[in-house]
């Protein structure tokens, strides 16, 4: 595939170019062109790095809209447990799923209820004799761009099993066509989403044919309404289905958590230059002798997502109490989390292997790519190695791969730039100096 899907967009305007977002972005995906941010699609994983760091607020999300559930019979809300971190503890989650079907959705349907199920679905896969470890989390769609793209010997090491909230949304599509008596295609289903990567995967699924949701819209793009219709204080008629174990997948270490790997060696990984780094050490076969992997590309998990409102440490204490509570309420009336699951709510037979995606290869051709490889590192030992960005390509190594690639030119270099600047006017002066020989009298 040649044409990528992208959520994470430029908005020209605002674009100070400062190199920020180049210096930061974990595939080395933007470079400054004409004073402006450029992103290489083939690169880009919409992990959302770029927008949290610019100070301009150039960098936006493309996710879909309210407005949107015009286009069909009947609308479902999928939300992330996410939201429900970005309130307090007196606001009662049955309030916010009730407060989304103020929204103009006619059903919701808990993401953390899809959690519970793959919870369960990874603790067998994890039983399977033969099954390459460290097992590498699949659940975040950034994470698995990045594998895809930058560590493909790694994908057989990642758990083959959609994310919460495909199984959420194949549930929910089965279930309403059959209750609605409604052609699938008529359902809208709308994850509410706390990143962009989610909405990329929306459009452009890795690991099936198509994606069960129809669309996905940014937390902070319902918050506001959400907030006004909650501050109203709402009769709460529709009632939660999850338990504290989904809820908990929003913040790092959740999910391990919930698939209950007491007698197992786990390690979480948030933030996603840290993801990278341990991906890099697995690959090297330095992290021998761990069972899972949980990676997220968000510092904290999903509650630090770049579409939620809440500050992620005040989001963490929200669902850590909420969880706490969930807990003492379903223990006093005597209900149980989630304990079995149907395989065909994996849709196992859906699923097709993930396509490796190594772009950072310098060339398809082998001899091509040596040669640039030769003129790369030449390049890389002329050149500061200060990392200073001013070129417009993150690092030093960066500017002379563009070189290598004819994208970029040693004078992009600013120190490079004036060396050839006061060669040139030393030549200039030398040559100022010199008399023509009809008037150079001393020349006899
Ligand atoms: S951080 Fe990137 S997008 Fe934002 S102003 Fe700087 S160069 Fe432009
Ligand atoms: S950690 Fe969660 S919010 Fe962040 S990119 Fe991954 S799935 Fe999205």
């Not at 079907?101 to 006619?106: K, Y």
């Not at 709510?345 to 396509?355: F, M, S």
């Amino acid at each position: 595939m040649n044409e990528y899907f992208h959520s994470v967009r430029l908005i020209a305007d605002r674009c100070k170019g400062c190199v920020i977002c180049a210096k930061r972005c974990p595939m080395e995906a933007i470079r400054i062109r004409g004073g402006k941010a450029q992103i290489t699609e083939s690169r880009c994983i919409d992990c959302g790095e770029c927008i949290r760091r610019c100070p301009n607020h150039a960098k936006t999300v493309v996710t879909d809209d309210l407005k949107n559930l015009a286009d069909y019979r009947f609308n479902i809300a999928l939300p992330a447990p996410t939201l429900y971190a970005q309130f307090g503890i007196t606001t009662r989650i049955d309030e916010i799923l009730f407060g989304l079907t103020q929204l103009g959705f006619d059903k919701v349907f808990e993401v953390a209820r899809g959690a519970e199920i793959v919870s369960l679905a990874i603790k067998d896969y994890l039983k399977r004799p033969g099954i390459k470890r460290p097992v590498i989390s699949s659940a975040c769609p950034a994470v698995v761009r990045l594998i895809q793209i930058k560590f493909p010997e790694l994908i057989d090491y990642l758990v083959p099993i959609d994310a919460p909230v495909e199984v959420a949304a194949r549930v929910m599509r089965a279930k309403a066509s059959r209750e609605q008596n409604l052609n699938p295609e008529d359902i809208g289903i709308w994850f509410i989403t706390p990143c962009p990567a989610k909405m990329t995967s929306v459009k452009q699924p890795l690991g099936s044919e198509k994606s069960n949701i129809t669309g996905a819209i940014g937390i902070s793009r319902i918050y506001g309404e959400l907030f006004k219709l909650l501050q109203g204080g709402l009769t709460a008629d529709t009632r939660r289905h999850s338990s504290w174990i989904g809820v908990n997948w929003a913040v790092a270490g959740g999910e391990s958590s919930a698939v209950g790997m007491e007698n197992m060696n786990r390690l979480v990984v948030h933030g996603i230059h840290s993801v990278s780094d341990v991906l890099e050490q697995i690959a090297l076969g330095r992290l021998n002798g761990i069972d899972y992997v949980e990676t997220l590309a968000c510092a904290g998990g999903c509650i630090g997502g770049p579409l939620t409102v809440q500050n992620r440490f005040v989001a963490e204490y929200n669902l850590q109490q909420r969880a706490r509570k969930m807990q003492q309420e379903d223990i006093a009336i005597g209900r149980k989390p989630l304990q079995e699951y149907k395989e065909s709510e994996l849709g196992v037979n859906e699923r097709r292997a993930i396509e490796p995606r190594p772009i950072m290869r310098l060339d398809e051709d082998i001899c091509k790519a040596m040669y640039k490889v030769e003129v790369m590192e030449k390049m890389l030992q002329q050149l500061p190695g200060l990392d200073c960005g001013s070129c417009g390509s993150p690092t030093c190594k960066a500017l002379a791969e563009d070189i290598a690639q004819g994208v970029a030119s040693e004078t992009d270099c600013v120190f490079k730039l004036r060396e050839r600047v006061r060669d040139l006017a030393q030549e200039m002066k030398a040559l100022a100096e010199k008399m023509p020989p009809s008037l150079d009298k001393d020349s006899s």
